[in-house]
Nanobody
Framework: VQLVESGGGLVQPGGSLRLSCVAS????????IGWFRQAPGKEREGVGC????????YYADSVTGRFTISSDNDKKTVYLQMNALKPEDTATYYC???????????????????WGQGTPVTVAP
């Protein structure tokens, strides 16, 4: 399994970014894809998760209403649309995969089998 994130960069507060997570080496009929972030000097934080079979999405309270997770199963790609970005959203963002969709129920525990290398996001004036 290989996961490749992209789309990170520098954005001003209030701006938007869309991150992508492309999966290869996996089937995409059923899977849990989680998004996580880690800021320098801080613990990894779960952002949310999607079950690709039915599109059920789970979000952390800190991003609810601002971030949206979606998937394009034909492309084996999951997106993280981030709007109304704040400086505290600055972090390296990672996606993670697991064949068991139930992993999404407790995505914040981070018990995914495979992880991407991360893409950095900086929110600053």
């Amino acid at each position: 399994v290989q996961l490749v994130e992209s789309g990170g960069g520098l954005v001003q507060p209030g701006g938007s970014l869309r991150l992508s997570c492309v999966a290869s080496g996996v089937t995409f009929d059923e899977a849990a894809i989680g998004w996580f972030r880690q800021a320098p000097g801080k613990e990894r934080e779960g952002v949310g998760c999607i079950t690709v079979s039915d599109g059920t999405v789970y979000y952390a309270d800190s991003v609810t209403g601002r971030f949206t997770i979606s998937s394009d199963n034909d492309k084996k790609t999951v997106y993280l649309q981030m709007n109304a970005l704040k400086p505290e959203d600055t972090a390296t963002y990672y996606c993670a995969h697991d064949d068991l969709e139930s992993v999404c129920w407790y995505y914040y525990r981070g018990r995914f089998t495979s992880w991407g290398q991360g893409t950095p996001v900086t929110v600053a004036p």
